[in-house]
Nanobody, 122 residues
Framework: VQLQASGGGLVQTGGSLRLSCAAG???????MGWFRQAPGKEREFVAT????????TYAESVKGRFTISRDRAKNTVYLQMNNLKPEDTAVYLC?????????????????WGQGTLVTVSS
C-alpha cells in the first residue's frame, strides 16, 4: 500500500492549507486517518473517518478548524486546515486503517504515508 501525502507548506497564523493523501490502487474500504508529529514530540492523532463516511473524529486541539473528507472515486482523503496556529507546525502523516472504521490509536493503522511538512509562522 502506498500513501502519498501532499499539500504542506509555509503559511502565516490564521491561514489555511489543504492536505491530500492519495491511496493509489488500493482498496478504499478502510478508515483513514491523519496524524502529526512536531519536532521533539510524539506522534499525535489529528482526525479520522470511517469507510462508510460516518461522523468523523477530531482531536480537541483541531476541532472546529480542521475537516477530514474523502473522494472515493479518486481514492483520496483530504484534510482542510483553517485558522492555523504556530502549534499546528508538524509533519502530517496520513494512514490507512486495518478496518472499515477509523481510530485515534496509531496501532489501528496498517499503512502510513511519508508525511508532508506544515509550518505555521507567527
Amino acid at each position: 500500500v502506498q500513501l502519498q501525502a501532499s499539500g504542506g507548506g509555509l503559511v502565516q497564523t490564521g491561514g489555511s492549507l489543504r492536505l491530500s493523501c492519495a491511496a493509489g490502487r488500493t482498496s478504499s474500504d478502510n478508515g483513514m486517518g491523519w496524524f502529526r508529529q512536531a519536532p521533539g514530540k510524539e506522534r499525535e492523532f489529528v482526525a479520522t473517518n470511517s469507510w462508510s463516511g460516518g461522523a468523523p473524529t477530531y482531536a480537541e486541539s483541531v476541532k472546529g478548524r480542521f475537516t477530514i473528507s474523502r473522494d472515493r472515486a479518486k481514492n483520496t482523503v483530504y484534510l482542510q486546515m483553517n485558522n492555523l496556529k504556530p502549534e499546528d507546525t508538524a509533519v502530517y502523516l496520513c494512514a490507512k486503517s486495518r478496518y472499515a472504521s477509523g481510530s485515534s490509536e496509531a496501532g489501528h493503522y496498517a499503512a502510513w504515508g511519508q508525511g508532508t511538512l506544515v509550518t505555521v509562522s507567527s
